[in-house]
């Protein structure tokens, strides 16, 4: 994203360019206010998730064992030391959602990393070669397309032992099978375009073609699909926190957060509503980033 | 099949239809039951809606307490070798009479026979149903207690032991113990469809089964034939609503009367609710943290009691419970006879804690701590409490890693004799008898069992409680319980935590409710007033 | 059409193959075992952990045991529960119109509201009309669903008092079980309460659960009709005057329609992982709680059994997508 937006100071760019690309491509994308507003906000929560360490009043795991639960500070019982209040053993709520961001960015990260990956790995192989390299994958996705995501999710933390990097690993095989249909599909749109025809004729291997003439061509979709999949790995690491099979505490994941303080719901909301609410904040900001997107990338949306 | 339940269910509504004024008590159970003979299941989610409401036992815990008082059998002898045990049985005791069966006799001897015999005879057809896995009959080696059962005439029961066993008549009292028909379930082996004693149960107790639509709901009627009498409410239905969140919330809005397990943080403002009443009592139950006291550096009674002494238990009580339990010091919890109140707790004072490791030559300890990933009745929160530990551990220099896994697994793990660390457990008692605690959780014979997990086997504790298990007299056994608990303070091989208390919320209106110290959720003798 | 079904049938041969494979798997690579979970604190010896494990059949070699559960599935026997005895087929059939019940009137929730908030939003693009329904919808879709449900109880149930807080129908009405559907057994039974109950009761799950496919649908529908709209002939159509305006409208619905289809067959999935989640939240008896429960008492044959159930109806529900989408739109089937 930092790309992207250093590239706005450019001058005047030749069209055919990437820098013309990338400047088009910045023009639509900031046409739509929401998903600057974001982009910004996006910006915002990572900004804040590097700088924890100073930005945060307190250590996430400090107990302060004569403040538990203690409610924000516009409560008469609340104070500024404690501005979203505590949870049950006295550690900030703000303080930890602020770590909290570190943590659930950088696990929906990586789980977008390692689907993408795979996807695109798998999808291209799909495409490009066809026959039974075709069946077989897309034969394995469709199994896994079969269950209830979350259920496979769930299993597959148990069965790696419930974790921070399990969590990780049994989200983004959840998602892996959408990267390959929609990179299989892009290759297969593409494979028999002119230009790849050309590449071909002039010598390029396998490898050359699937990763370096058919891939950027097959970018686009899968752009739009990784934001879509980052908010999803967030709601799902979140949904399995709440059943109890996420990051385990005392890990201030903000999913497991709001698992621990179910049991607060009725007596002590702050410690639930926030973690819940933070959630639905930034998936809410990364899917208006990705509609953004979608619109700047895909040649059908754009305004005419 | 189909028919009969056709046939229970167009019953059901016509019974549900005609009483106008009938009175309903809604209770929001926490589960659903694995199934309708307490025989086959362990879980007290199961027994609540089986042997609690349906069934009676020749003896039973009088309620509110753990004494032992007349149920089927309005008295026995003991013989003085102890070894014959005599029940008179009630004459006035039917079975329920429903659409599914009516009963041509009173309960006699036969069915109390029936009952144990379905459990030890490898021939009876419920044996063979159930392969045999009659969990809790086997766990206490019933069958190898029991000789032989003889009727001695039709009212008449007489039970010959092996041995002699101080406690065999309490645990008569206990669910698994609760009294078939033989007539019943002898129909329905001659219909070939034995199973249907599990789905359509007919027992002597207080409420009859009417039907149960999986996972949501259980409806029963009052026994209009109960031999102590009819109950004062007609219907019970058990409305299953797993989270408590969502149990309190209807409890608030009127779709419960009664509810059992609250979230201990919802106690206060279920207190200050004018509709709700909040009974409450102390569990019978206990919750710890095992040393593995065969490792080093916690072989040594030193090391423990500097770790005890560093951990900051009242925290515990107050973050994990919520302030629903009381610190523990003894490993028996203080409603039980022969509790030693006059044992000292090792104060919390990690200054102390510090120096003590310092003189046993302990330096930069890095030890384990097991948290089950489960919640229990003893421990809401294992998790909580571990990280509430490994910050107090961390001010007296000592490094605590977190380990959890899956509940079996975590068992299976912790009954391993090798396994690394200290392990937060606990245990519910069975009957009122310390020996069930002691003896079950401390003795040399738990050794490399999950009973046994801080592996303590230490001479002078074992001859206490060994002697104490043979005794009869109660004064004698308790005195050495006393001294029991004496040496496991010293000794230490647990950091004992808590005992948690139990917290029952109903609506104002509903009277006659008592808390089973056993853990059990009883509704015989509730009413609701109007 | 009929070598397109024809084709479409053979590829779930091996899918359903793998499908019994990885449920088979699924749980005996779960770390624990229901032996030692019904055992609890109170262990268990090692004789009876044996013979039980006879008795459940898991001391033999794991290709038997699969061979087994294959064999039996073909005979449409599932094996019992180890944990209630009775067997699995019909434990999983006494919780499954529940979930059915459920996931119809969420996507209807989400079908009645978000096709028509879709397509106004895409006729008054840009409108500040259109922003709030992208907005919402948006919102919707990024919800965090089981915290959605909470907060809902929170609101309706407990401040105000308007909706149950669970359960399937008021325990004043016992109606006897026919189809499972409490709304239309109720029907049957001719008894307006209950049928009025159950409604009742129905309201708040089916809103959580259908809030992510309303989101969904609002936002393709927009989306769908855009691009028609978009199209010169219908800007020409839109020029000329309202009655072909019109026209052209009914015939952009379809077309969304279409897509709508599409998007209802990929939700069935989702719906049934949401339905997990919502089940638990308002202890709806369903399969999905029930599939947590026998996960987490390791009851091996409730959850291969379950587990081979469900991904066999979510297939057919998706082959059901792919036919009816190939009948409106013949292009596809090639």
Redesign the interface.
């Given at each position: 994203m930092s790309q992207v937006i250093s590239s706005k100071g450019s001058s005047a760019a030749a069209p055919g360019t990437f820098r013309y690309q990338l400047k088009s491509f910045w023009s639509d994308f900031s046409a739509s206010r929401g998903a600057l507003f974001g982009l910004i906000f996006i910006a915002f929560v990572l900004l804040v998730a590097l700088l924890a360490p100073w930005v945060a009043p307190h250590d996430p795991a400090m107990q302060d064992r004569a403040a538990l639960l203690v409610p924000p500070v516009w409560h008469a019982e609340g104070s500024w030391n404690y501005i979203l209040g505590t949870d049950a053993v006295g550690r900030d709520i703000l303080s930890r959602l602020i770590f909290g961001a570190r943590y659930s960015l950088s696990i929906s990260a990586m789980v977008v990393v390692i689907s993408m990956c795979g996807g695109i790995f798998l999808g291209l192989l799909a495409g490009y070669f066809r026959g039974w390299v075709e069946t077989v994958i897309t034969r394995v996705m469709d199994v896994v397309l079969a269950f209830p995501s979350l259920l496979l999710a769930l299993g597959l933390v148990a069965i790696l032992s419930p974790g921070l990097t399990s969590a990780m690993i049994a989200i983004a095989m959840v998602q892996l099978p959408y990267f390959v249909r929609l990179t299989r599909a892009a290759v297969i749109g593409e494979k028999n375009r002119e230009y790849v025809t050309a590449s071909r004729l002039a010598g390029a291997g396998h490898m050359r073609l699937m990763f370096n003439t058919l891939l950027p061509n097959c970018m686009a979709p899968l752009i739009v699909q990784a934001t879509l999949s980052f908010s999803t790995a967030i709601l799902d690491i979140a949904a399995l926190g709440f059943l109890g099979m996420g990051v385990q505490p005392p890990t201030p994941e903000w999913g497991a957060m709001l698992a621990n303080a179910r049991e607060f719901m009725t007596s002590a909301y702050w410690a639930v509503t926030f973690p819940g609410l933070v959630i639905l904040l930034t998936v809410l900001m990364i899917n208006l980033m990705g509609d953004g997107l979608r619109d700047a990338l895909d040649p059908k949306m754009k305004r005419s | 099949m189909k028919k009969t339940l056709?046939a229970a269910?167009?019953a059901?509504?016509m019974m549900?239809a005609t009483p106008v004024m009938a009175k309903?008590l809604?209770y929001c159970s926490e589960g659903?039951p694995?199934?309708f003979d307490p025989s086959?299941y362990?879980t007290g989610t199961t027994f609540d809606a089986s042997s609690k409401t349906i069934y009676n036992r020749l003896v039973q815990f009088k309620p509110g307490t753990t004494e032992l008082e007349p149920a089927i059998a309005k008295s026995w002898e003991v013989s003085d070798d102890g070894l014959e045990i005599t029940f008179h049985l009630r004459d006035d005791v039917d079975f329920q009479t429903t659409d599914y069966f009516t009963p041509s006799r009173p309960l006699n001897a036969d069915d109390v026979i029936w009952t144990f015999e379905r459990q030890m005879d490898k021939d009876n057809p419920y044996y063979k149903l159930?392969?045999?896995?009659f969990?809790y009959f086997?766990?206490m080696s019933m069958g190898e207690l029991i000789k032989s059962i003889e009727k001695v005439d039709d009212h008449t029961v007489k039970f010959v032991l092996s041995e002699p066993n101080a406690p065999f008549v309490a645990n008569l009292g206990m669910d698994f113990a609760s009294i078939h028909s033989k007539e019943y379930e002898e129909q329905l082996v001659d219909e070939g469809k034995p199973?249907m004693a599990?789905?359509q149960p007919i027992g002597t107790g207080p409420f009859q089964f009417l039907?149960y639509?999986?996972?949501?709901?259980i409806?029963y009627q009052a026994n209009p034939d109960y031999f102590r009498g009819k109950q004062p409410i007609d219907n019970l239905?058990f409305?299953?609503?797993?989270?408590?969140?969502?149990r309190?919330?209807?409890l608030?809005?009127g779709?419960c009367q009664v509810m059992p397990f609250p979230?201990?943080?919802?106690v206060?403002?279920m207190k200050q609710n004018d509709d709700i009443q909040v009974l409450q009592e102390a569990g019978l139950n206990v919750a710890y943290l095992a040393y593995n006291t065969t490792q080093k550096p916690f072989d040594k009674p030193e090391v423990r009691k500097a770790l005890n002494m560093a951990i900051?238990k009242q925290?515990i009580i107050?973050?994990?419970f919520?302030g629903a339990g009381q610190t523990a010091k003894n490993p028996i919890p203080p409603t039980m006879w022969s509790y030693n109140d006059d044992i000292q707790d090792d104060q919390y004072d990690p200054d102390k804690a510090k120096q003590m490791l310092a003189d046993a030559g302990v330096k930069n300890l890095e030890m384990n701590i097991w948290a089950m990933?489960v919640q229990?009745p003893y421990m809401p929160n294992a998790?909580?409490t571990a990280?509430?530990m490994?910050?107090d551990l961390a001010k007296v220099g000592v490094t605590a890693n977190?380990v959890?896994?899956?509940?079996?697994?975590?068992?299976?793990r912790a009954?391993n004799k090798d396994h690394d660390g200290a392990v937060i457990?606990?245990?519910?008692g069975d009957n009122g008898d310390p020996d069930n605690f002691m003896g079950t959780l401390l003795s040399c014979a738990g050794v490399g069992?999950?009973?046994n997990v801080a592996e303590f086997c230490y001479q002078p504790f074992e001859d206490l409680i060994q002697k104490a298990r043979t005794l009869d007299d109660q004064d004698e056994r308790a005195k050495l319980y006393r001294q029991a608990q004496e040496v496991f303070k010293e000794q230490a091989p647990w950091d004992t935590l808590a005992h948690s208390t139990v917290f029952m919320p109903m609506t104002k209106n509903v009277t006659g409710y008592t808390i089973d110290p056993l853990g059990g959720h009883s509704f015989e003798g509730v009413d609701i007033e109007e | 059409m009929l070598r397109f079904l024809l084709v479409k049938l053979a590829q779930l041969v091996p899918t359903f193959i793998g499908v019994t494979i990885v449920a088979f798997a699924f749980i005996r690579l779960l770390p624990g075992d229901p032996i030692l979970l019904m055992a609890g604190e109170r262990g268990i010896s090692a004789e009876r952990y044996a013979q039980l494990q006879s008795q459940f059949g898991f001391d033999r070699p794991l290709i038997v045991q699969y061979w087994d559960f294959l064999s039996g599935l073909f005979r449409g026997d599932l094996g019992n529960s180890l944990v209630t005895h009775s067997p699995v087929i019909h434990e999983f059939m006494s919780r499954f119109p529940a979930t059915m019940e459920l996931s119809i009137f969420a996507l209807a929730f989400a079908v009645i509201i978000g096709l028509p908030a879709g397509v106004i939003a895409a006729i008054r693009r840009g409108k500040t009309l259109d922003h709030t329904i992208v907005g919402i919808s948006l919102t919707g879709y990024s919800m965090p669903i089981f915290w959605w449900g909470l907060l809902l109880i929170m609101l309706f149930s407990g401040t105000l008092g308007w909706t149950p807080v669970s359960g399937r129908m008021s325990f004043i009405y016992f109606i006897q079980p026919v189809t499972g559907f409490m709304t239309i057994d109720s029907l049957i039974a001719g008894d307006w309460g209950a049928f009025l109950s159950a409604l009742h009761h129905l309201i708040l799950p089916a809103i959580v659960l259908g809030t992510i496919p309303l989101a969904v649908i609002a936002r393709q529908t927009r989306s769908s009709m855009l691009e028609v709209l978009g199209e010169d002939y219908v800007r020409t159509a839109r020029a000329k005057g309202l009655s072909s305006y019109r026209v052209i409208m009914v015939h952009t619905l379809r077309n969304a329609l279409i897509s709508v289809i599409t998007v209802i067959g990929l939700q069935v999935g989702l719906l049934l992982a949401g339905a997990i989640l919502t089940e638990t939240i308002f202890s709806w008896p369903g399969i999905g709680k029930w599939m947590i429960d026998a996960i987490s008492r390791r009851d091996y044959p409730s959850v291969q059994g379950g587990l081979v159930l469900i991904a066999f109806i979510v297939m057919i529900v998706n082959l059901l997508v792919d036919v009816a989408y190939g009948v409106v739109n013949p292009r596809i089937r090639h």
């Open positions: - | 056709l269910g167009v059901a509504m549900s309903t809604v659903s694995e199934g086959l362990t159930a392969n045999g896995s969990e086997q766990s199973e599990n789905q039907n639509q999986e996972d949501a709901a409806r239905v409305a299953i609503t797993p989270d408590a969140q969502v309190y919330q209807k608030q809005a779709e979230n201990p943080a919802d206060d403002s900051n925290a107050d973050a994990v919520q990933p229990r998790r909580r990280e509430l490994q910050s977190i959890t896994y899956e509940w079996g697994e975590y068992l299976k009954a457990l606990g245990w519910t069992t999950s009973n | -």
